[in-house]
């Protein structure tokens, strides 16, 4: 009997062991567990994060490329103001130059007709 008495003993030792074991083992699953909760939400909280930067990156882009747009139209409208004025530049130029010729004209009028000098003064 004291043989079957020994192997109880060393087969309670086992038993006591492995439920120890066991146990410690459990222990460290809900230890991982609650770590990597911990990474599960910090990484949620930067994904949240970076989804909110991102989100703050595209309504800065938005503007950027409104104002990009509208400086475009002001530059074309400027431009285009521009190429008015040059044709307007180049009217007045025409009609000086025609003033100028009836100016002389009537000069040369006014010399053949009544006589004189005409005025060097302009």
Do not use: H
């Not at 410690?24 to 567990?33: A, G, P």
């Not at 930067?46 to 990156?57: G, K, N, Q, T």
């Not at 309504?59 to 008015?84: F, G, P």
């Not at 002389?104 to 006014?110: K, S």
């Amino acid at each position: 009997m004291s043989i079957q008495n020994i192997m109880n003993v060393c087969f309670a030792i086992c038993i006591t062991l492995l439920i120890y074991q066991n146990t410690q083992l459990k222990d460290e699953i809900e230890t991982v567990k609650g770590v990597s909760q911990l990474d599960v939400d910090k990484a949620t909280d930067r994904l949240d994060a970076i989804d909110e930067y991102l989100l703050e990156i595209k309504e800065y882009s938005d503007q950027v490329t409104e104002n990009i747009n509208i400086t475009t139209e002001w530059k074309n409208l400027a431009y285009d103001e521009i190429q008015r004025l040059d044709k307007n530049d180049l009217t007045l130029e025409k009609n000086d130059k025609i003033l100028e010729e009836k100016i002389v004209n009537i000069e040369d009028y006014l010399v053949e007709n009544f006589g004189g000098k005409p005025r060097e003064d302009y």
